[in-house]
């Protein structure tokens, strides 16, 4: 039996006590499955949670996915039922004796009056591996439900034995049309939202809004309030493009310098260079620079990718590469950002070659195979006469060839 969300986070409008203490984001919270929107995929009625969140028995799962993309509110709904009681756990603020306490409770709860425990547990992935092996004898007994909420690659992040006993949810970023609905919702909703106020929002306002919010809910509905707050105050009701930007917080780019986007913003830009696509490739630029990564870091991928994908197609491409790292060092950001986009584009028009690059693995492969093989004679140093007499240093035949007898491969490298 499933039951309505109820909190006192919900406020009315009308309360202006309440509601001006409680964002108008947490006010306009889904308080059930119908009040959803987005994530089809994910929470679509024959879906792994959709079933769960419309009365089948709950089972622990790990969500991922960007801020304001639903965590949070799925685990709220994932409770509104009679037969378990929600738990809440920060793996910021919370450490192993917390741990303990809880699934004590859990056990108790479930042994004194037949209700289970379903443990919501927020970035669940800055529990360190140690931390999350204490759920695991919890989890497999059923003494609790966990629902982890992470926007980290939990294949990354939470360890094999505790993923391999939870299903990982894919939560992604709102689409526009979702953004949009959720703040006509809010426009219109005189209980919760701002509907006794009597808004408008300009259509390029609504664009915009939509466009910067990155699919992010909770910054599309702040906008929409600091808007209303300050249209208000300039006694207007309609809320244009210029109130939206002074309602915008500047959204942190999404990119962890240690963490999974840090690696497929990276491998972005090394492809696009490799694709020959100059504008793409400056575009992951900038969105590495906009978000902090170090300038020097980009400038040794680039060194690397001279040699590893221009190679002996454009021989100056390295030495240019070279100069770029040395620019960077030399002048420092903002102005090394120059240098960078004249090496991006230079290593991104030119022809490409692996040849070398190529011929090495297939070198490090034989060696990996046919281990330390000795050195044929007439390669070997002779300095002393006993040695020159053995025949080390002797110039070779053509029959002995300077690879040593064993090896299975004996070319390596291609011209094609």
Known sequence: MTKPVQSSLFASAGDAGQAGRVPLAERMRPRSVDELVGQAAALGPESFLGRILRGAPPRSCI?????????????????????????????????????????ERARQRRELEGRGTLLFV????????AQQDAFLPHV???????????????????????????????LGPLDAG?????????????????????????????????????GDARVALGAIEAAADQALA???????????????????????????EHYNVISAFIKSMRAGDVDAALYWLARMLEAGEDA???????????????????????SLAVAVKDAVHFVGLPEASINLSHGVAYLARAAKSRASHDAMLEAT???SETGSLAVPRHLRNAPTQLMKDLGYGRAADDASGNLPEGVTRRKFFSEG
């Open 122 to 129: 927020d970035e669940i992935h800055r529990f360190n591996k």
């Open 140 to 170: 497999e007994s059923g003494t609790v439900v966990l629902v982890g909420a992470t926007t980290e690659n939990p294949s990354f992040e939470v360890n094999g034995p505790l993923l391999s006993r939870c299903r990982v949810v894919v």
């Open 178 to 214: 979702d953004i949009s609905l959720l703040v006509d919702k809010a426009l219109a909703d005189e209980d919760r939202g701002l509907g006794k106020l009597g808004l408008a929002l300009e259509d390029d306002a609504r664009e915009f809004l939509c466009r910067q919010a990155g």
């Open 296 to 318: 020097m870091f980009v400038a040794r991928r680039m060194v690397v990718f001279a040699s590893e994908d221009v190679g002996l197609a454009d021989p100056a491409a390295l």
């Open 234 to 260: 300039t006694d207007t009701r309609l809320l244009s493009t210029a109130l939206i930007e002074q309602g915008l917080q500047k959204k942190a780019l999404a990119y962890d310098r240690a963490g999974e």
């Open 365 to 367: 492969a034989e060696v």
């Open 63 to 103: 969500l991922w996915g960007p801020p304001g993309s639903g965590k949070t509110t799925v685990s709220r709904l994932l409770t509104a039922r009679d037969d378990v009681e929600l738990e809440t756990l920060s793996a910021v603020l919370s450490g192993v004796k917390d741990l303990r306490l809880l699934f």
